[in-house]
């Protein structure tokens, strides 16, 4: 790839042409919401919907994390526009996530956090009415925990999950406000196709899935 300019912010940028706008920012110290992306995806999930940019030239905004670099792109990422979209997003999530930060275990790591912090968006949204989940957490795994009301449905781990050798065992299932992740059949995480590779853990940018405690 070729090195090319562009600017972000003001800001005078040089990146490879071709990365993605989203990558590019966060490499030079600008930040974009996000919680879906992963920078090892060929092709961007973009369901979080928090990434937004302007770019010059552009009659909307598009999501940072599947627009390419180009030469000469002029891109703002704190428009009134951009704001409106990425809080709407923001409050959307968050009006289906059981907020309960005190007692969960990425508290002050949360990328949900973060992102509300950075778009002054409430943790508990007053204009949305909120939706209680209320569906069991799944324990069966011996070293880890799903706690589906804390899901964002980022994909993260599902795509993980797949890229693993004879793996795969974690899906969405239903749609709508139904949408989980979920394994087949809903047998639970413990079931004999995982790897115990804990990366689906890793990639998790809430407490959803959390590594339980080692006993004392």
């Not at 979080?48 to 010059?56: D, P, T, W």
């Not at 964002?152 to 709508?176: D, H, I, S, T």
Request: net charge positive; aromatic share 6%; hydrophobic share 35%.
């Amino acid at each position: 790839m070729s090195a090319i300019s562009l600017t972000i912010d003001e800001k005078s940028i040089s990146a490879e042409e071709g990365t993605m706008l989203l990558w590019v920012a966060l490499q030079n110290g600008i930040y974009i919401p996000n919680l879906c992306a992963l920078r090892e995806r060929t092709f961007p999930f973009a369901g979080c919907r928090l990434c937004f940019v302007e770019i010059a030239g552009y009659p909307e905004p598009v999501t940072a994390c599947t627009e390419p670099a180009r030469e000469g792109l002029v891109v703002r990422t704190q428009t009134e526009k951009v704001l409106r979209l990425q809080r709407t997003a923001a409050e959307l999530i968050l009006s289906a996530h059981e907020v309960d930060c005190g007692h969960c275990g990425k508290n002050k790591q949360c990328e949900l956090q973060r992102t509300a912090f950075h778009l002054k968006v409430k943790l508990r949204p007053k204009r949305l009415r909120a939706i209680q989940k209320n569906l069991p957490p799944d324990n069966s795994h011996p070293q880890f925990t799903y706690d589906p009301n804390k899901c964002v449905l980022c994909g993260r781990c599902v795509w993980v999950c797949r890229e693993q050798p004879k793996a795969g065992m974690l899906n969405f299932a239903y749609r709508g406000f139904d949408l989980i992740v979920t394994t087949f059949n809903h047998s639970g995480i413990s079931d004999d196709l995982c790897k115990q590779c804990r990366k689906c853990v890793d990639a998790c940018p809430v407490g959803a899935l959390m590594l339980k405690l080692s006993p004392s």
